[in-house]
């Protein structure tokens, strides 16, 4: 909660939260032509605060190339790399929250392993069971493993709970990554990605009221140009609209995302694109 943007789910908790320094997250879309300057930005003051407070900073934690439900943020890959030579230099952990991104998400099976960058700590979920058990890891390098690994108690991470290790979930773990890591799956990602490019494009050209098209492997996303709050009434409406053809869509607020598994034919993928673009026409008509 601590590390999260301020949001009305943790009201109630403000006072017991300790206190975080947030950066921006430099989103980018498709034909964004400011991108190296936001970059630029971010980093001299990420560049700037280090130099005054690294001693005092436990560890960063990023989302990796993708932000989640914080809007469906792309940033580019040569970004986190800068973001890891500047955090490694100054003996930072890096914590990659790669629950959403992870197990074949951004293209990769990894967002890490996709912008060749290597976090300290790895936090994973989702996928990795995909979505059928709850299932949690986090991985961590072999230097903090070894801090923690001895015969003396006392230096044991002694922080568990009843049900680590559930045998069904890693067994369903396992076989998710069975099929995560056959060829047809793999195909089916690329396949998705493919889609999500060239569909884009068209919404991009056909819509004027559509902007910052973006996507990441199975990751597809872009904004609409009208103000709509998450749970609004104009949210709830289009979502409404898109449930009403079939189509189950989230709306972050104005951010339309899709997040296909990947399993679905590319038949299912195009018509929830004509769903989309039948829709928008309806509404902004
Ligand atoms: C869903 C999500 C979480 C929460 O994961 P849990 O396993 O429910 O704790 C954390 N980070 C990101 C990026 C997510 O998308």
Redesign the pocket.
Known sequence: MAVSRESFYFKQFTDLLFSVDLFDYPATWIDDSDIEIKEKIILEKLEKHLDQFSKETAAVII?PLVQ??GGMNVCRPEFLQKCVILFKSHRILIIF?E??TGFGRTGELFACLKSNTQPDII?L??GLTGGFMPL?VTACSDFIYEAFLGNDFSRALGHSHSFTANPLGCAASLASLDLLLLPETQSQIKMIEKIHKEELLLLSQQHSQITKTRYCGTIAAFDLVLSADYGSATSIQLRERFLKQGLIIRPLGSIIYLLPPYCISEIDLKRAYEIIRYELNQYFQ
């Open positions: 989302e989640g439900a929250d629950v959403m936090c979920s989702k949690s």
